[in-house]
């Protein structure tokens, strides 16, 4: 419990942290660097940096994974890195997410965010400083049954994924399976939520321009009405993929954006639509884009309002591979008891780890991050926090679920 009792910590309930479960290596680590898990996420926290512009993020992590006597290699955009720790022809990955969000932070912590318009509200400090601390701890170790490669990923909070720059940088070269965390701000701090199949979604960006010669709005029979055809686009849509798809599919259209004209009386000639469409089955993703452009086509044709449809694939979804799930769930029962696994349902978000799985088979998990008081603060919100206790225990579902998999006879 000194751990959780250092002050910088979150007061709570006691909870149990595995220790005494081993490894020794494990245990001893995490006694003399716990205080170090915490001002590492703090630090990350106040010093937010968006997708492709994490530097300093990046410079401070090799600082940390240097200073233990690792080598990591730094990804070819100038952001984020690759780092084995080990030896030998087995390979296991661990992936951390080092982007924040252009959101406006509005916690009062006191280590809030001192960048204007820029916020870890997905916590990616969490997932980042929990990275570092598996690496430093598995380092420490006398000996290691195979090579634990830590991918410190840039740009998950852009489609389609900072993902894709490390697989064209080699960086699962050798690599046996793939292992990942994130928070779960609806889970309580101690579990972790596993799933086999598919446990995010697709996620499509779609931008619709639409054109029109404009006119008057006492004669919408000499033009064409752009914000009526808008209106059929925004309502017929959502509306007809719900019959052209398969409703098991989970697929979902949402409008963000709605834009035209500015005066009561005038139609104008220009207007935007921007959404996000999102599936959880990875086939019905493959068929989307040309049946959005069939079903704009037939809902504009009558309008006479011409448009340009800008489809913008995102992300697959995370499929969780059934061995690799196994072993995660071994991973977290001797890191933290078989008590801490816990279900999880699939989630309509998007998370560009589904990339990864594209390549080779691996899993990713739901870290609990609520301190089973008070509301839940969601992801991608300005109030976003965590309870910070959380941390050791990915440090220890890390380091567990990696020894785990490289023991697996495969």
Do not use: K
């Amino acid at each position: 419990m000194t751990l959780l009792r250092s002050g910088l910590l979150p007061v709570g309930a006691p909870l149990d942290i595995g220790a005494g479960r081993g490894p020794s290596w494990l245990d001893d680590w995490l006694s003399s660097h716990g205080a170090d898990l915490v001002a590492w996420r703090r630090h990350l926290h106040a010093n937010p940096e968006l997708a492709y512009q994490e530097h300093s993020t990046t410079a401070l992590i090799a600082g940390y994974l240097s200073s233990a006597g690792l080598a990591p290699t730094l990804l070819p955009g100038g952001t984020g890195l690759v780092c084995d720790v080990g030896a030998g022809s087995r390979c296991v990955a661990l992936r951390a997410d080092i982007d924040a969000l252009p959101v406006s932070e509005a916690t009062g912590l006191p280590f809030a965010s001192t960048v204007d318009g820029r916020m870890h509200a997905c916590g990616h400090d969490a997932h980042t400083a929990i990275l570092i601390g598996a690496g430093l701890a598995l380092a420490s170790a006398p000996a290691l049954p195979g090579r634990i490669r830590m991918i410190f990923q840039p740009a998950e909070e852009v489609m389609p994924g900072g993902a894709l720059n490390v697989v064209a940088a080699a960086g699962l070269s050798s690599v046996d399976r793939i292992f990942a965390l994130h928070c779960d701000p609806r889970l309580a701090v101690g579990h972790v939520g596993t799933r086999i199949g598919p446990i995010t979604s697709a996620s499509d960006l779609l931008e619709l321009r639409l054109s029109s010669p404009g006119g008057h709005t006492a004669r919408p029979h000499l033009t064409a009405d752009l914000v009526h055809a808008l209106g059929t686009v925004v309502i017929g849509l959502p509306s007809l993929l719900s019959r052209r798809v398969d409703p098991r599919s989970g697929t979902l259209l949402v409008w963000g954006a709605v834009q035209a004209g500015e005066a009561a009386n005038i139609v104008p000639q220009e207007g935007l639509l921007r959404g996000v469409l999102r599936t959880g089955d990875r086939r019905v993703w493959a068929d989307l884009e040309p049946l959005v452009r069939e079903l704009v086509t037939a809902l504009l044709a009558p309008t006479g309002v011409g448009f340009d449809l800008r489809h913008v694939r995102g992300v697959p979804p995370v499929v969780n591979e059934a061995v690799s799930t196994e072993l995660l769930r071994d991973g977290v029962a001797s890191a933290l008891g078989g008590e801490a696994v816990a279900a999880t349902e699939q989630s309509s978000g998007g998370e560009d780890f589904g990339w990864y799985l594209e390549h080779v088979p691996g899993s990713m998990g739901r870290l609990g991050v609520w301190s089973g008081e008070g509301a839940h603060r969601d992801l991608h919100q300005p109030t976003f926090d965590l309870d910070e206790r959380a941390l050791p225990l990915g440090v220890r579902v890390m380091v567990h679920t990696a020894l785990a998999a490289l023991a697996r006879d495969y």
